[in-house]
């Protein structure tokens, strides 16, 4: 495939405060976002925060209760979504788990490209071309109630690509998938956006997904939590942490009046304006790990004075064995939080700071 250089400024899908209700549940709340050429972007978030009826809203299954849907038409300008048909730029979806007529898997890949006008005289070496790819060709003829989970969902995926749009749309991709065809899932994402095409995929893995995303939209609670590239999400939720492993534990009736004297002694390196949220206190001990968690200034400098400190000034009291910075990030420590929370509203406001409100 031959990649192609696009100019990732011209926006393509944007969503202006959407909201879509269920009787007295708000399953889409006000969200606002734009996708651009090119881009592709991941709306990351646990099951139930409102993923799909963002999609199937984008794919007209539903209709928004309030806001609207705008989409770069053929003409190269947006119009609302609930007045335009045949306009619309080239989309393909891919919504939720897919079910199928009882067909094989060339009838049903032929009945989708006619149904999007795919010419006839390439359809069958478009089929060929990507069932070999998804490793389906030895399934062409087989019926589709005959395929597992994941090959269902990979028959999925090529019906949403069948037709070559130049906006796909895909609703959890890898779910069903082995470790090694979610690998493939990914690598495939890579080379369309190679083409340039535009991609939004809905998924709740983290992970897997911030490794092919220009850009992720974090969703709880039908609300837009933060929206940024993986790595401006991640610096802006980094904390300045130093861990220390212990060589014994801590006595308790030791540990408040040694916490006491850390504060007071490493209180110049420590970080003066720590988020309540990430926690309450600079020092912290976890007995579990006979370790201290010390949140501090970040600056090279007072990771060694601290130390210094530590090991001179505490000698009597406990011995480091370890003394290390983590690399990671509160993003998926916020992520974690929607999960195991769902009482908890979590919201990322500009200055990176967590905001947590019950629901």
């Known amino acids: 495939m031959e990649e192609k250089v696009i100019d ?16 007295n ?5 006000n969200v606002n976002l734009e996708v651009c ?11 139930g925060a409102g993923k799909t009826t963002t999609i199937k809203m984008i794919a007209k299954i539903l209709r928004p209760t309030s806001g609207r849907i705008l989409i770069n038409t053929n003409h190269h300008k947006l119009e609302d979504l609930q007045k335009v048909s045949r306009t619309i730029s080239n989309m393909g979806f891919l919504i ?14 032929r009945y989708f490209a006619n149904l999007q006008n795919y010419p006839k005289d390439k359809i069958d070496a478009r089929i060929d071309e990507l069932l070999d790819l998804f490793k ?22 090529i019906q949403s690509i069948l037709h070559d749009p130049d906006i796909i749309i895909l609703d959890e991709p890898q779910t069903g998938l082995d470790p090694a065809a979610r690998i493939e899932i990914r690598s495939y994402i890579r080379e369309l956006q190679s083409l340039g095409k535009t991609i939004f995929v809905a998924s709740h893995m983290l992970y897997e997904i911030s490794e092919v995303c220009d850009k992720i939209a974090l969703i709880n609670h ?41 504060t007071e002694k490493l209180n110049p390196y420590l ?23 010390i949140y501090y200034d970040g600056r090279n400098k007072s990771k060694g004075e601290i130390l210094k400190i530590l090991i001179k000034e505490f000698e009597s009291d406990f011995t480091v064995i370890s003394y290390i910075q983590p690399r ?21 406001n500009q200055n990176g700071v967590l905001e947590k409100n019950e629901k």
């Open 222 to 262: 039908g609300s837009i939590i933060g929206f940024d590239t993986v790595e401006n999400l991640a610096r802006a939720l980094r904390t300045n942490e130093l861990n220390c492993t212990l060589l014994d534990p801590i006595a308790l009736n030791e540990l408040d009046p040694i916490l006491t004297r850390l």
């Open 25 to 29: 549940l708000k399953a889409v709340d």
């Open 8 to 23: 990732k400024s011209e926006v393509v899908i944007k969503l202006e405060n959407l909201t879509r209700n269920f009787g």
């Open 96 to 109: 939720d788990i897919p079910n199928f007529y009882d067909m094989t898997a060339y009838q049903l890949l």
């Open 136 to 157: 389906l060709e030895d399934w062409k003829w087989e019926k589709v109630k005959t395929f597992s989970k994941g090959m269902t969902q990979k028959l999925g995926i």
């Open 37 to 47: 050429k090119g881009e592709t972007i991941g709306l990351v978030g646990p099951n």
């Open 328 to 348: 990671s990030s509160q993003l998926e420590r916020v992520y974690l939080e929607m999960i195991a929370d769902d009482a908890l509203k979590i919201k990322i």
């Open 271 to 293: 970080e003066q304006n720590l988020d309540p949220n990430i926690s309450k206190i600079p020092i912290k001990y976890n007995p579990e790990r006979q370790g201290l968690k």
